[in-house]
């Protein structure tokens, strides 16, 4: 059971334990940010017998990634089995303590060198003023002295000071000796309660992910096992192949899901860091395979993938079955791909969700085709209510999708249009290219309304160079003869797009021939994916918010 234990601790101890490794901060913990000046007036106020606040610890037997000691100085590792006390509370202050008493230098992470051992006693201060100091410019010799000096100078060198000084040395040498320090011991608390302590003390910071209290907990040195550094390698992988943008919140669901078919925050904390660590090859293995089927489906970058929730089933898919999909096994993985892409699965209750489906993988596996308690709909109507253009929305990117499967062709060149994470970022991007150009509809076509002009059907994926160089502003009868000049094939370029520039209205910029031609065109692609069956409840048909895709609560 979690209890508090508060002790007294003197310097002497105070000192010890964190020169012997038993006191640590937490990778979660900020770095060290104190300058010498605010660590004067620490012990300013310890030299005149001022609290200081408490400090609290997370004592455990639990080994944590500490990527820091105190203010980086190197400390050693308590042995195998020993308690060691994280500290929750206090970091900045600790650090301070330590360096200015021991003064010793601190790198910060551009470089700089900051020496701590340049705090002096003042030696002809009075209570009322500054008696620890950091400028001795204007200071006669001999009437200041070094705290590391006071602290750990010789006899013969404190007795070299004039004889007036002698009482008032070893005066505060003792305040500061018997100074009794607060400490708050957290004892036998499961990680999650000590991170949410941690969180709770440090109110004005962020609080604490998943992610970062599982990089603390999974840590282990005589493995080399570092989470976060894991997790960096897996997204320098995924780089090569456009799948960089995987958060590492799904990685953790991953791995939850293939230990306990269960990726709650709660069944992810209580995930045993040794079973963690002899599964991540594994896991790391079926993203990398659940990747390349996207891939080799058409989906080419990560950026358009409707849920990044969907790389857990697949990634149970392959964690099951080795290979690659092939005949009806292959075509009821693509149901269910579009199925939770057009349906809004994983909109909400992401990880209940995720649960149920892994029974739907493993009918696939089975040769069985699952059943789905979810209507999708894909006819025109469908489409229309949900198309408003955000590259958030889930039902947007299936769409994208879509158009990426066809293989898109450069309208200048007929060579294919290159996919970019960074180029489709966001819905601005000049990757994303208005058929009809918003401001050209907006001045010929001014009833008509906004939501059908900046609409998934009016949206080709084309090259950067030539939306901002060719296109511009212009009508599509009027560009679209500037390809038709350079390029004899100009027709299967843009059926490449879905689009059927003889029939669809286009020289004669008839935009709404152009909708219903394209809005037509695109139901009836989507519709060849899915598998036709009755749905355990039919949901009715409805127009979803315009929402970024969320992320799983707690993790990101």
């Not at 897996?234 to 939850?256: F, G, H, N, R």
Request: hydrophobic share 40%; aromatic share 12%; proline share 3%.
């Amino acid at each position: 059971m979690t209890s508090l234990e508060n002790i007294p601790v003197k310097y002497s101890d105070l000192v010890s334990e964190i020169e012997t490794g038993q006191v640590k901060i937490p990778q979660f913990q900020r770095k060290f940010v104190w300058g010498i000046k605010a660590s004067a007036k620490l012990l300013d106020s310890i030299i005149k017998g001022y609290p200081i606040g408490t400090f609290i610890y997370w004592r455990t037997n639990e080994r944590l990634r500490s990527i820091r000691n105190l203010g980086n100085i190197m400390l050693p590792e308590p042995k195998e089995g020993e308690y060691i006390n994280y500290v929750l509370d206090g970091q900045q202050r600790l650090t301070s303590l330590f360096a200015s008493l021991k003064g010793v230098q601190i790198t910060d992470d551009d470089g700089k060198i900051f020496d701590y051992s340049k705090i002096f006693v003042d030696l002809t201060a009075n209570e009322d003023g500054e008696i620890i100091v950091t400028d001795i410019t204007d200071m006669e010799p001999n009437t200041f002295i070094k705290v590391t000096e006071l602290m750990e100078g010789s006899l013969t060198m404190l007795a070299s000071f004039p004889e007036k000084y002698h009482s008032i040395l070893e005066q505060y040498k003792k305040i500061i000796q018997s100074y009794t320090f607060s400490v708050i011991n957290l004892k036998n608390a499961p990680i999650d309660v000590a991170t949410e302590v941690f969180t709770r003390l440090n109110v004005g910071g962020k609080a604490l992910t998943l992610f970062e209290i599982m990089v603390a907990k999974t840590y282990d040195a005589k493995e080399e096992f570092d989470l976060s550094e894991k997790y960096d390698q897996l997204k320098e992988e995924l780089s090569i192949s456009q799948y960089d943008t995987i958060p590492s919140s799904t990685v953790l669901q991953v791995v939850a899901i293939l230990l306990e078919k269960d990726c709650t925050r709660k069944q992810i904390l209580k995930l045993e860091k040794q079973r963690f660590i002899d599964i991540w090859n594994e896991a790391t293995d079926c993203i990398k395979k659940s990747v390349d089927f996207f891939r080799g489906y058409g989906i080419v970058v990560s950026r358009i993938l409707p849920y990044n929730a969907l790389i857990v089933p697949f990634s149970y898919f392959f964690y099951l079955h080795k290979k690659n999909p092939i005949g009806s096994m292959k075509k009821r993985l693509e149901d269910f791909f579009w199925r939770a892409s057009l349906g809004f699965r994983y909109s909400s209750g992401v990880e209940s969700k995720i649960a149920q489906d892994i029974e739907k993988i493993e009918a696939i596996i089975n040769g069985e085709l699952p059943k789905y308690g979810w209507a999708v709909t894909i006819d025109e109507e469908y489409i229309e209510n949900n198309g408003w253009f955000s590259t958030g929305k889930a039902f947007v990117k299936a769409i994208l999708c879509l158009y990426a499967k066809q293989k898109p062709k450069s309208f200048d060149n007929n060579l294919d249009v290159i996919m970019d994470n960074s180029w489709l970022k966001i819905a601005s991007s000049k990757n994303y290219h208005h058929y009809f150009p918003k401001s050209w509809l907006k001045k010929e076509f001014k009833d008509w309304d906004y939501f059908y002009v900046n609409h998934i059907v009016n949206i080709t994926i084309v090259d950067d160079f030539l939306n901002k160089r060719t296109i511009k502003t212009k009508s599509p009868g009027v560009y679209m003869k500037t390809f038709q000049k350079h390029n004899d094939e100009l027709e299967n370029t843009m059926k490449s797009h879905l689009i059927d520039i003889a029939k669809d209205g286009v020289w004669d910029n008839d935009y709404d021939k152009f909708y219903r031609a394209r809005l037509k065109r695109i139901s009836k692609a989507l519709n060849k994916f899915i598998i036709p069956q009755e749905s355990l409840s039919e949901t009715p048909l409805e127009v979803y918010e315009d929402i970024e895709e969320p992320e799983i609560e707690g993790i990101e």
